[in-house]
C-alpha cells in the first residue's frame, strides 16, 4: 500500500511513521503532487501555527491539490483544522473541506488542553473496535465546536468535534499516533478503509 505523509514542515512525523512501521506499513513523507495524488491512502499532520503552516501549504500548491484528492486522507491535529472553513488561531483562512470555524478555548480554562481526555458519540468506521469514552491523547489550544460533519465529540470546557468526515475526508484533533494500542487501531482502520 502507497501512503504518502503530506511534508510541509509541521512536526509530529516522526510518531507518525514510527506508527505506521508498528503497524507493517511504510509511510513516504513527501510533497510530490504526483506522488500525493497516486497514494491508496493520504495522511495530513500538523502540529505548529495555524497561519504559517497553510502559507506554507500555498507556498507548495498543496493548498489547491488537499481538497481534489479522491482517496481517504486522514488531518491529524493542526491537520484537521487546516481542513475546516477559518481559524480564529492567526485568522486563517483553511482549505473549506470542512464547513465548520475553527475557534479558541477560552481562558476559563488551562490551554493548551494536553494531555489524556475521552471520545465519544463515534459514527465512523473509523471507529470500529473503539469502545465509547476511549481514552486519546490532545495537545491544542483550539477547536471544531460540534457541526453537521462530526464524528466523535470530546468534552473541555464544552462538547466540541474531536472528529470530522466529509466523503473521503477524515479529521482527528488528537493524535492517534500518540494515544496507545486503542490510537493505533484507528490509523489501522483509516488505512483499512475503502474508497
Excluded at 55 to 67: F, R, V
Amino acid at each position: 500500500m502507497k501512503i504518502a505523509i503530506i511534508d510541509y514542515g509541521a512536526g509530529n512525523i516522526q510518531s507518525i511513521q514510527f506508527a505506521l512501521d508498528r503497524l507493517g506499513f511504510e509511510g513516504v513523507l513527501t510533497n510530490d503532487v504526483a506522488f500525493i495524488q497516486s497514494a491508496d491512502k493520504v495522511i495530513f499532520p500538523g502540529v505548529g501555527e495555524a497561519s504559517s503552516a497553510m502559507k506554507k501549504l500555498t507556498e507548495s500548491g498543496l493548498d489547491k491539490l488537499i481538497p481534489k484528492l479522491k482517496q481517504p486522507i486522514l488531518g491529524i491535529c493542526l491537520g484537521m483544522q487546516l481542513m475546516c472553513k477559518s481559524s480564529e488561531e492567526g485568522d486563517t483562512k483553511g482549505l473549506g473541506i470542512f464547513d465548520v470555524d475553527i475557534l479558541k478555548f477560552s481562558n476559563k480554562v488551562k490551554v493548551p488542553q494536553m494531555g489524556w481526555n475521552t471520545i465519544y458519540n463515534l459514527k465512523s468506521a473509523l471507529f470500529q473496535d473503539i469502545k465509547e469514552h476511549e481514552f486519546m491523547y490532545l495537545v491544542h489550544s483550539f477547536y471544531a465546536p460540534k457541526c453537521l460533519e462530526m464524528i466523535a465529540t470530546t468534552n473541555y470546557e464544552m462538547e466540541y468535534a474531536s472528529a470530522l468526515q466529509k466523503n473521503n475526508f477524515y479529521g482527528v484533533q488528537f493524535h492517534p499516533e500518540k494515544s496507545g494500542a486503542f490510537g493505533e487501531q484507528i490509523l489501522k482502520n483509516f488505512l483499512e478503509l475503502k474508497d
